[in-house]
Every structure is written in structure tokens, then in C-alpha cells.
């Protein structure tokens, strides 16, 4: 990865405490919810099983009667021992139906311990569907983190991208947004006299945008690693290193580090102060709160760093991976903090119980037995489907963790305590 300017200030970093666990997170085939919203050509085909179904159908399903653009193709028993696993007629029925411009198609965990020949089965899907392209996604539970599957999907994209000459110097955002969020990175990038050539992923594929050694790749989330990495080694791009677009703070160190690339020194302190001004009454509900965050969806260290700057006290701040390099301003953001990578979770919820936080950020399976027992709970899949980048995101961002606390303070206000098991106190 080549990272730029290369002359960045050596300033302390949080420590980073490594425990033993394996990912709590939610399945990496649930990227299809926000993905093929984003992607308006797409289609997402999952080889799972009874399970993997379930799971979407559960998470997704709201969307099901929008003839959505996912489905899954059912290994049976008796597809693991055949020689191959035959979904010829499943994709010609997409393709008659939905007329997508792209597959995706995503394994899960049996076929990946069945150690099933996925990319020879999209090979030979290739040959017969020649003007719809069909990408081996590995999106299985067992490796990815639900956001850390967008990261393989993007990583697919590459090839779609047209090769930007030498001197076509330009931004590439990467990491998927929804269309609000989209426009307004591009219009500030613009407004501040930097040019975007797009993003990636982009909302059909023939508007992906040229990547060449001359591209500023600027990632939007912490969980594009592997996809930016790829690109920089086979195009040549530079990456920009920074916080992420996330809070106030972070768009603006975001857009003054980005500025730089273009020999540009701009000064965005008046324009941070004034989106902290319009957001006080939401941030005076943080101020002074003690936070615990357990940690699954990779967008922990951000969300941190911005909820220090609200003023609340963070007491851990868990996350399934942390890779020093391309999180090392965020970690310098958060010097101080106690910061855990795969954290244990019966320690933690020994932890929550002893330490009572105010507000806990959490998947969902430990969110509500901690409501049950009086503690206040953020869901972090929620951050997820959130338009949170950028200076309009930080509204909502804010917003999620300020609802949260007041409506624990509005049930303290009715009493609820009184039907806890042994009436037992916050
Ligand atoms: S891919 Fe694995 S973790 Fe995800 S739903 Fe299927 S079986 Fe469960």
C-alpha cells in the first residue's frame, strides 16, 4: 500500500490489547442488505444453505416483497458429494428476470468447508453467460465480519474500472454510501477545489470510475483494507491516509489531509465548530456519559474517537480487527483509551455487568438481555445502515447515540425498574 504524504507526524497511538475471541459479528452475507441497494445493476446469488436462507430472509426481509436483488441457490446433502454443484438453470432464470449487468456470487461456510470449487464454478457460469459477468465473492461467517465482506465485493470491482493515464489526478472515494452521503462528500471535495472522478463502489457498473498511478484513493470506512491495498498494487493509486469521514472531526481531517494531496493547506476549524454548535443539544445528552463498545462491526474506532470529542468517557472500545497502518490516525486519536482487539466476550459482559456504563454498543443478541437487566444499549448494526459520513451525516450520527440515552432516561421516568427480576437497581 502506498501511503502519502509520507512525512506524517509521529504522534502516540492508543495500545492496542489483543484477547482471544472469534468474531462476534454479524454473518458477512448481510453486506448483500446495504449492497445490492447501492448497486441499482446488480444481483447478489448466495450458495448457502437452510440457514444462510433464514438469515436473510430474517435480516433482509422486509425487503422481500420488493422483488429484491438477492437470493439464495440451496446446497443440498447430496450437492456436497457430486462432483460440481450445478446453478446454471438458477442463473439463467436471474438473468432472464432481472437482467442485471453483474452477479455476485457469495459463498457461506458449508460449501467453504466442503472446500467446494467456487471460483471454477463461476469460471464455467462465465463461459456460458458471457455479457453478465458472475464474481466469486468470499463473504462466508467463518472469515468476514458482515462489513468486512463489502471489502471482498469491492475488491471484485477492479477489473470494471477503466485505467486512468498518468497526470489524471483525481479523488476515488471508496466504500459504499448511500446516494445522500454521496453527493454531499463529492459537492465538499468540489466546493474546496478537489477533483473526484467517483466512487467504488458506484451505482452501476459502467460508472465506476478510471483508477491510474495518478488516483487518490480516500477509503470511507475503516473495513476497505484489503480492497484498497489491491488497487494501489495493480494501478499504482496513492491511498490517503487519515481519519475516516465519520463526526465532525473526522470529515475535517479527512478533507484538510486530502487537500494536501493537492498541494492545497486549507483550514476547515470554523466550519467543524459551527456543525458542534448545531448539534449541542444532541451532544449535551453524550457529554459526560460513560460508553462501553463491544465491539463487531469495524466501525468502532471512528465512532469512538467522536463520541470522546462529544465528551463522554469511554470505558473500552472493542473491535474485531485492527490493522495499525491503515487505522493509525484514528489510533493516535484515541491515545489513552483502552482499545481491544477481538475482545472476549464473557469478559466483557462480566465487565458491563460490574461497571454498570450508561450506554452500551452492542450487536443485537447482547443488546436486549442488557436492556432487560436496566442498561441503556445502542445496536451497532444500526451505525451500519446510517447515512453517518461527512459533515450532514453527523447529525444522525449523534443522533443514534443521544435517542438511545434519553429514551433510557424517559423509562427511568416510568418506573420500569420495579418489574425487573428481585426489583434489582441499575
Ligand atoms: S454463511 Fe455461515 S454464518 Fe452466514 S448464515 Fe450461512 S451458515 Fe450462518
Known amino acids: 500500500m502506498t501511503i502519502a504524504p509520507d512525512t506524517l507526524p509521529e504522534i502516540p497511538e492508543a495500545e492496542v490489547l489483543r484477547e482471544d475471541n472469534g468474531y462476534h459479528a454479524f454473518c458477512g452475507l448481510t453486506c448483500t442488505g446495504w449492497l445490492y441497494q447501492k448497486m441499482k445493476d446488480s444481483f447478489f446469488l448466495i450458495l448457502g444453505t437452510h440457514t444462510c436462507a433464514h438469515l436473510m430472509q430474517n435480516a433482509l426481509g422486509v425487503m422481500i416483497f420488493a422483488k429484491p436483488r438477492f437470493g439464495v441457490a440451496m446446497v443440498e446433502e447430496g450437492d456436497l458429494s457430486a462432483p460440481q454443484i450445478d446453478i446454471t438453470d438458477i442463473v439463467k432464470n436471474i438473468v432472464e428476470e432481472h437482467n442485471p449487468s453483474i ?26 453467460f458471457n455479457n453478465v459477468p458472475v464474481l466469486p465473492v468470499r463473504a462466508d461467517g467463518l472469515e468476514y465480519t458482515m462489513t468486512q465482506s463489502e471489502d471482498c465485493v469491492i475488491e471484485s470491482l477492479l477489473q470494471f474500472c477503466p485505467v486512468a493515464p498518468a497526470g489524471d489526478k483525481r479523488i476515488v472515494f471508496m466504500g459504499a454510501v448511500n446516494d445522500v452521503n454521496t453527493t454531499d462528500l463529492k459537492r465538499e471535495a468540489e466546493k474546496l477545489g478537489l477533483p473526484v472522478a467517483g466512487f467504488v463502489p458506484a451505482n452501476t457498473i459502467g460508472e465506476l470510475p478510471a483508477i491510474g498511478p495518478d488516483t487518490i484513493l480516500a477509503p470511507l470506512h475503516p ?17 490517503l491516509q487519515s481519519q475516516f469521514p465519520i463526526g465532525p472531526d473526522g470529515t475535517r481531517v479527512f478533507f484538510e489531509d486530502l487537500a494536501r494531496h493537492f498541494g492545497k493547506e486549507i483550514n476547515l476549524a470554523e466550519r467543524e465548530a459551527e456543525i458542534w454548535r448545531n448539534l449541542e443539544s444532541k451532544v449535551s445528552a ?40 491503515f487505522h493509525k490516525r484514528e489510533l493516535q486519536a484515541l491515545n489513552g483509551l483502552r482499545v481491544v482487539e477481538m475482545p472476549n466476550m464473557h469478559r466483557q459482559i462480566r465487565d458491563i455487568r460490574e461497571l454498570k456504563p450508561d450506554l452500551v454498543v452492542t450487536n443485537f443478541w447482547e443488546a436486549n438481555p442488557f436492556e432487560a437487566e436496566g442498561i441503556a444499549t445502542k445496536w451497532s448494526t444500526e451505525i451500519i445502515f446510517t447515512p453517518i459520513y461527512g459533515f450532514t451525516g453527523a447529525s444522525d450520527l449523534a443522533n443514534l447515540f443521544a435517542r438511545a440515552l434519553n429514551r433510557h432516561r424517559k423509562l427511568d421516568v416510568l418506573d420500569w425498574k420495579e418489574f425487573l427480576p428481585n426489583n434489582q437497581e441499575n
Open 286 to 325: 453524550i457529554r459526560g456519559k460513560r460508553i462501553f463498545i463491544t465491539g463487531d462491526n469495524m466501525l468502532e474506532l471512528p465512532i469512538a474517537r467522536f463520541l470522546r470529542k462529544c465528551g463522554a468517557e469511554l470505558i473500552e472500545v472493542g473491535t474485531p480487527y485492527v490493522n495499525r497502518k
Open 223 to 239: 473495513y476497505v483494507a484489503k480492497s484498497i491495498t489491491q488497487f494501489s498494487r495493480l494501478r499504482g493509486a496513492k491511498v
Open 103 to 128: 452477479i455476485f456470487l457469495l459463498n457461506s461456510c458449508t460449501p467453504e468447508i466442503m472446500k467446494v470449487d467456487f471460483e471454477s464454478m463461476a469460471r464455467r457460469l462465465n463461459q456460458q
